[in-house]
């Protein structure tokens, strides 16, 4: 065998990984490679069998199971046209307002983010249904595809958020009360984007003009029924997965395929099923998920040879060694997933990133829960920020070329957002019993 340091192992795995990630080769391959060509150095013959056990390992992990029925949820959800009714609904009650169109948006974001939990479809839906209508009535192209954006993005961190469901297996943590440690920061960051976009808008009343009355006109009580009846559908769906959750009746892999069965359920009620329905549903479903477990198992088994070969130990020690104590440690994590949030898919953050940071978390003294939902929020950023920035190049690609929105206009409008996240995880700092309380909560 040849000899190689530990040293050496962290530099090349992880330096590698960048540098081929920017070549343009899928996440998947690059880290495959990368441990297999690291492991034939270090273990000659022996790394088959190790890269074999490990991607087996996850690829049999129970909690896993998950995410295609999550994923089937979120997709059959989508097509069951519940959030372009609530979107009407709220369009009438909130419209009158300065902003209220895309205050709307990040309402209806954060409700999908209950209940769908895909940030493609998140993103691409609100793209699709709250853009063309805040274009037409005068916003400012930048100021209106930011809330699309962002909006979107929550549906990655509020459960049930497929996030959460990779992180929980990698850290070792319960799925279930990292959900339900999600959800005020989810619904904190929620309300810092309302309040910037009511802020912003009265004091630049012309990028969000209010909608006409005549637009808007229509009985009180007519609205108030029609707002009760679209709300009743999510309602359905959030206690059918998260209420089960903490009550303890049901853990998350369970409550995945009661909420996918309840998601067809709604959309066979609203008249919007149909076996083409069904064939796109599945097949969306089958892509996703296999992407999400190939890019999993190649990273696992990627963080076997590292943690293996030492390099865990060499990450460990230098972040311990950082100046300034645990919380300048905790800041240099912080920047470093951020960082990697540029370059490399939030999969690949938390397959690779996770088994490495969470011991050094726990060495810290940090609660696992806390530091988990920190690094969760945190990795919101990396939906925004370019180059890699998927967010922005979905509500590029789902917007309609008539309204001339440019992928300058939407990083204009989502910085405000990314700095927004930032001011947010500085309150969890501040309030670490944000994260902590509803866990505590839980039965079972």
């Keep these: ?17 960048l540098v081929l990630v920017l070549t343009g080769y899928p996440l998947a391959y690059v880290v495959g490679i990368i441990a297999l060509v690291v492991g034939l150095f270090v273990w000659q013959g022996q790394v088959s069998q190790m890269l074999y056990l490990r991607a087996q390992k ?25 959030i372009e009714r609530l979107y009407d609904v709220l369009y009438l009650w909130l419209g009158g307002f300065r902003g209220g169109l895309a205050i709307v948006t990040v309402i209806v974001g954060t409700i999908m ?4 939990g895909i940030i493609t479809a998140s993103v691409t839906l609100l793209t699709l249904v709250a853009l063309p209508s805040m274009i037409k009535r005068g916003y400012s192209k930048s100021f209106a595809a930011g809330a699309c954006t962002a909006g979107g993005v929550l ?31 989810g619904f904190i960051l929620s309300t810092l984007y309302m309040s910037y976009i009511a802020i912003r808008s009265f004091v630049q009343p012309h990028i969000a003009p209010p909608v006409p009355v005549e637009e808007r006109a229509i009985p009180f009580v007519q609205k108030t029924t029609k707002l009760l009846v679209a709300l009743v559908p999510p309602a359905i769906l959030i206690f059918s997965v998260l209420g089960v959750i903490f009550m303890g009746i049901a853990a998350p892999t369970e409550a995945a395929g009661i909420g996918a069965f309840a998601a067809t359920l709604l959309t066979i009620a609203y008249r ?38 030492g390099g865990g130990k060499v990450v460990t020690d230098l972040i311990m060694a950082t100046p300034g104590g645990r919380w300048a440690a905790f800041a240099v994590i912080m920047f470093i997933c951020f960082l990697l949030g540029m370059f490399i898919d939030w ?98």
């Design 1 to 17: 065998m040849i000899e190689l340091s530990p040293e050496v192992v962290a530099i090349a795995m992880l330096g590698g990984v």
């Design 58 to 82: 996850i690829m049999l992990n129970y909690t896993l199971l998950a995410v295609p029925l999550f994923v089937f949820m979120g997709v059959m959800l989508e097509r069951s046209g519940i």
């Design 113 to 116: 983010a209950a209940t769908v």
């Design 155 to 185: 549906g990655i961190l509020i459960p049930p958020s497929i996030m959460i469901v990779l992180y929980g297996p990698m850290a070792e943590l319960s799925v279930g009360r990292l959900f339900f440690g999600a959800f005020v920061p």
């Design 272 to 309: 919007r099923f149909t076996w083409d329905v069904l064939k796109e549903v599945t097949l969306l479903t089958a892509k996703l998920s296999g992407f999400i477990l190939l890019v999993g198992s190649m990273s696992f088994a990627f963080t076997g040879v590292f943690l293996g070969s």
């Design 347 to 444: 999969i690949g953050i938390i397959f690779i990133m996770v088994p490495i940071i969470t011991p050094i978390g726990e060495a810290l003294g940090f609660d696992s829960i806390w530091f988990a939902i920190m690094v969760c929020v945190n990795l919101q950023t990396s939906f925004m920020t370019p180059p890699f920035a998927m967010a922005i190049y979905i509500c590029r690609g789902a917007a309609d070329p008539s309204l001339g929105i440019t992928v300058a206009d939407i990083i204009r409008g989502v910085i405000p957002f990314v700095i927004l996240i930032l001011i947010g995880l500085a309150l969890l700092v501040i309030f670490p019993n944000l994260i902590l309380w509803l866990p505590s909560m839980m039965i079972g």
